[in-house]
């Protein structure tokens, strides 16, 4: 079983934090407006007990008259037929209430609230309060100033905002650093490949040029032998001498090839059907007793940023892959299309496609599945499409086979940038 890497294991923390603090905030908005319902509920009994109080003391009610507190915008007493008997503002008293909301308070048993708007446009919270003075029954409007109360909602309201505020803010600059280090660590396993790779091409350009001579002279002492000798089964062994000379002259080749230290992206290259099938005819020529065709979907006047030599050996060594995939016989498909100063080369073979072992490592120097490959032709392709300031990749086709996709700037792109 695959365990969990350290990224999946930071943001499914991450996630459960953001959750829980969602919760938290959300949790914390919803309770507040209960809790200064429940302030106002309380101080609308307590004041409501001292009027009440001072009321029944004093059957004339002037007393209340005196009664002040900070958070009491007013109140009223109001009988059954609706008429004030008691006002703050002494000039109420007498007239009839204009509203019928203290009239389920006379049968209620607990207080009636509502939340009204005053003349001023202030809201305040409103409680009518059921008062048995000497001989009759009375309601008792208490209106409040909410600030207070309001305060509450208002600082949870803020406490939610700052904590969504700090989450978003901690994933967008968590976000960041993310990309910041998985930017840096692409940076340091390129700059590991391509020290790997100048350090394997060093070696490979010492060994191809300590064996290049040699094999010369192993190959033309062969190639005169094949001449001479009359003897067909010693013929055969020349030839076969020859032959593997060859083979190892095409290894030294691609040695030398992949320690090129040259940059190959600097050229501009037409990417037409001429080049193609000269790049074809190259490697259909060593190719013996297969049946193996080209389609080709190319449009006209297509140029890369690439010297022509080198994106020559590009198309070499992706038809060379493509025709050692299929031994026998198979179509070799090939499209280009350029949008947005890039161009995309598609290679499609018909033979079996990659393993998951060679998917992933295609590009690897020296790495191969053929026993007389030299598991460089893919390496020196990434090494020209980077070069160049594409890129290459190696996938599975839908309908079987194996595709290999090249991305090159264009002309008109290199020299912009």
């Known amino acids: ?172 600059l968590g976000f960041l650093l993310f990309r910041l280090h998985k930017r840096e660590a692409r940076r340091r396993e390129q700059m590991a490949r391509q020290e790997q790779m100048a350090r394997l091409g060093e070696l490979g350009a010492v060994l191809a040029h300590e064996v290049r001579t040699p094999l010369a002279g192993i190959k033309g002492y062969a190639q005169l032998l094949v001449e001479r000798i009359t003897d067909e089964r010693s013929r055969g062994f020349a030839a076969l001498i020859v032959q593997e000379t060859v083979r190892l002259e095409g290894l030294v080749n691609d040695l030398l090839d992949y320690a090129r230290q040259d940059d190959p992206g600097d050229g501009c290259a037409l990417l037409d059907e001429t080049l193609f099938y000269d790049a074809w005819n190259m490697i259909t020529n060593r190719a013996d007793g297969q049946s193996v065709k080209p389609e080709l979907s190319i449009p006209s006047d297509v140029r890369v940023a690439c010297r022509p030599e080198r994106l020559l050996q590009l198309l070499i060594n992706l038809f060379s892959n493509a025709l050692q995939a299929m031994p026998l016989e198979g179509t ?33 120097p020296f790495f191969t599945t053929r026993p007389r490959g030299s598991g460089l032709g893919l390496a020196v392709c990434r090494k020209i499409a980077e070069g160049c300031g594409g890129g290459i990749s190696a996938a599975n086709a839908d309908g079987g086979g194996a595709v290999m996709t090249v991305l090159l700037p264009t002309c008109r792109e290199r020299r912009r940038s």
């Open 1 to 172: 079983m695959k365990r969990p890497g350290a990224d999946t294991l930071l943001l499914t923390g991450g996630i459960l934090m953001t959750a829980f603090l969602l919760w938290f905030a959300v949790n914390s908005q919803l309770s507040a407006v209960p809790v200064a319902r429940a302030m106002l509920q309380g101080l609308a009994l307590s004041l409501g007990q001292a009027i009440d109080y001072l009321a029944a003391r004093d059957p004339s009610l002037k007393s209340l008259a005196d009664f002040r507190y900070r958070d009491i915008a007013y109140f009223a007493l109001i009988d059954r037929s609706g008429r004030i008997r008691f006002h703050q503002n002494p000039e109420l008293v007498g007239e009839l209430v204009e509203d019928n909301r203290y009239h389920p308070a006379f049968s209620a048993a607990e207080p009636v609230e509502n939340r009204v708007r005053l003349g001023t446009g202030e809201e305040v919270y409103e409680c009518h309060l059921p008062l048995h003075l000497p001989g009759e029954a009375v309601v008792l409007r208490l209106v409040l100033h909410t600030w207070q109360a309001d305060q509450v909602i208002n600082r949870a309201r803020t406490g939610a905002t700052i904590l969504l505020t700090l989450t978003v803010s901690a994933w967008v």
């Open 332 to 364: 070799v498909h090939v499209k280009v299309t350029e949008e947005r100063e890039r161009v995309t080369l598609k290679v499609r073979d018909t033979g079996a496609g990659f393993t998951e072992e060679a998917m992933k490592r295609a590009f690897d």
